[in-house]
C-alpha cells in the first residue's frame, strides 16, 4: 500500500454530466498528478499540482481542471462528460525533492453512458 | 512529440527463467526512469527507477539504462507466476510531466 487514497472507486455517470474525484496523498508528499489512462493504454499526465498551484499540464481540454487544498488533498473534476473520458482516474504523490518519484493510489473507474 | 515505446507481448517466460523487458524513448534530455508493475485491475506499483546510465539492482530485479541509445530494460530473475502483470516504462522528459508507454504484458508460466 502506498499511503494515497482515492474515491469513489467506480463511478457511472451519462454524458454531459460533471463529475469530482478525490485524492488524499501519501503522508509527507506535496505533490500530486492526475492520470487517466484508457484501457489498455498506458497512464496519460492530466496535470500536477504543488502547493495549491498547477504545476504543469498535459494535453486534456479546460473542461478537465482540478484543486489542491493546503493539506495537499486534491480533486479532479470533469466537465460535459464525453463517452470517451470512461477509464481509470489515477491520482499519484510524491515529495517535492524527487517529484518524479509517484506513488499511485488506487484509482477510480469512471464508465460514461 | 515525446514517445515512449514497449512491445505490447505478450512475453511468455517458464518460471525460473529470466525475463526481459525493453523501451525506448524519444526525447534525448530525458533524465529519470521508471518501471511499474500493473496487475489487471489495479493500479501501477513502482519496481524500479534509474537516473544513471548502467545496472541498477534491487532483489531479483535489474534495470539498465543506455542514454546514447535511449534505452531502457528490465530485467527479472528467477521468474515467478506472481510476476505476471503489465511492466510500464515512465519517462520524466525533465518536466515533470511523466510519459508512460503502453506496457508490456509479461505471463509466466508454471
Known amino acids: 500500500e502506498t499511503g494515497v487514497t482515492q474515491s469513489p472507486t467506480h463511478l457511472i455517470k451519462t454524458r454531459g454530466q460533471q463529475v469530482t474525484l478525490r485524492c488524499s496523498s501519501q503522508s509527507g508528499h506535496n505533490t500530486v498528478s492526475w492520470y487517466q489512462q484508457a484501457l489498455g493504454q498506458g497512464p496519460q499526465f492530466i496535470f500536477q499540482?504543488?502547493?495549491?498551484?498547477?504545476?504543469g499540464r498535459g494535453n486534456f481540454p479546460p473542461r478537465f481542471s482540478g484543486l489542491q487544498f493546503p493539506n495537499y488533498s486534491s480533486e479532479l473534476n470533469v466537465n460535459a462528460l464525453e463517452l470517451d473520458d470512461s477509464a481509470l482516474y489515477l491520482c499519484?504523490?510524491?515529495?517535492?525533492?524527487?517529484?518524479?518519484?509517484?506513488?499511485f493510489g488506487p484509482g477510480t473507474r469512471l464508465t460514461v453512458l | 512529440q515525446k514517445e515512449v515505446e514497449q512491445n505490447s507481448g505478450p512475453l511468455s517466460v517458464p518460471e525460473g527463467a529470466i525475463a526481459s523487458l525493453n523501451c525506448t524513448y524519444s526525447?534525448?534530455?530525458?533524465?529519470?526512469f521508471f518501471w511499474y508493475r500493473q496487475y489487471s485491475g489495479k493500479s501501477p506499483e513502482l519496481i524500479m527507477s534509474i537516473y544513471s546510465n548502467g545496472d541498477k539492482e534491487d532483489g531479483r530485479f535489474t534495470a539498465q539504462l543506455n542514454k546514447a541509445s535511449q534505452y531502457v530494460s528490465l530485467l527479472i530473475r528467477d521468474s515467478q507466476p506472481s510476476d505476471s502483470a503489465t511492466y510500464l516504462c515512465a519517462v520524466n522528459p525533465r518536466d515533470d510531466k511523466i510519459i508512460f508507454g503502453k506496457g508490456t504484458r509479461l505471463h509466466i508460466l508454471p
Open positions: 499540482y504543488y502547493r495549491e498551484e498547477e504545476n
Open positions: 526525447d534525448r534530455v530525458s533524465q529519470s
Open positions: 499519484a504523490s510524491s515529495g517535492r525533492e524527487y517529484a518524479d518519484t509517484q506513488y
